[in-house]
């Protein structure tokens, strides 16, 4: 209900200005409550496997499975061309850890700024940082970073041995349809919900974001490169 009464507050200028352009009345109160009320169609993208479909669910709320953007709608969308550069920079080292955090702002740059240029110093792995809305501080051009404003983690994915992200089930779908295994660092509203749900079906690791560290992390990547954790994707 929280969560619900927060889209709303954020969101109702913007819904009612549109509702405006199309010559509909303003709405009084929270669309989500007109929508559960009217009982529209309601589809949730989510894999059945991960979660069944609760039972005492009215009729209009199903689930439909993971939805993929068709390739030939992504070559058109500039953020998701990919460079040259980062091509090359695949093919020529072994199969990189991908850093993002999507559209989540990182409660702490500083602490996982630190964390990445240690991970960095002290390893061997291979890093890819996708920014989005969040820039971190002081890293270092380094020949096993590299750092890329946005990302289409169906052709990215498939090509990294594991996904550190926030746990949104969008980034978690294209992790497990690649059959890698992320590491999902919650920080709020359904993330927690996500990330224990994968740890609990051996898909991955959960992670809290005020519990993160450098000895975790180094801990948890060693984890996901297990062969059962491997073997257990089927996504």
């Keep these: 209900m ?26 009084k109160r929270s669309i989500l409550k007109n929508i559960t009320e009217q009982k529209i169609l309601n589809r ?37 061309q990919l460079t040259v550069r980062l091509e090359t920079w695949l093919k020529n080292r072994e199969r990189p850890i991908y850093i993002g955090f999507g559209s989540i702002p990182i409660p702490d740059t500083e602490l996982l700024s630190s964390i990445l240029i ?9 890093f890819i940082f996708c920014q989005m809305w969040s820039e971190l501080p002081k890293l270092p051009r380094h020949e096993n970073l590299f ?22 089930i969008g980034t978690i779908a ?11 660092i919650s920080i709020f509203a359904d993330q927690p919900l996500w990330g224990k749900l ?6 991955g690791i ?11 992390i180094l801990n948890e990547i060693e984890k996901t490169q297990t062969f059962e954790v491997k073997q257990s994707q089927s996504y």
């Design 206 to 216: 959960h992670i809290a974001f005020k519990n993160l560290s450098l000895k975790q």
């Design 44 to 80: 949730h993208a989510i894999k059945l496997s991960l979660i069944a479909r609760p039972k005492e669910w009215p009729a209009e709320i199903q689930i439909t499975g993971f939805l993929t953007i068709p390739e030939s709608k992504r070559k058109n969308n500039i953020s998701h």
């Design 118 to 126: 240690e991970l960095i110093a002290t390893t061997n792995h291979c």
């Design 2 to 27: 929280l969560i619900r009464y927060i889209y709303w507050c954020l969101n109702k200028k913007d819904i009612n200005t549109h509702r405006e352009t199309l010559q509909l009345p303003p709405l």
């Design 198 to 203: 994968i740890a609990n079906k051996n898909l």
């Design 174 to 184: 294209a992790a497990l349809k690649a059959g890698i295994p992320p590491i999902i």
């Design 147 to 168: 750092i890329i404003r946005n990302a289409n983690h169906e052709w990215l994915f498939p090509q990294c041995k594991t996904a550190i992200i926030h746990g949104g």
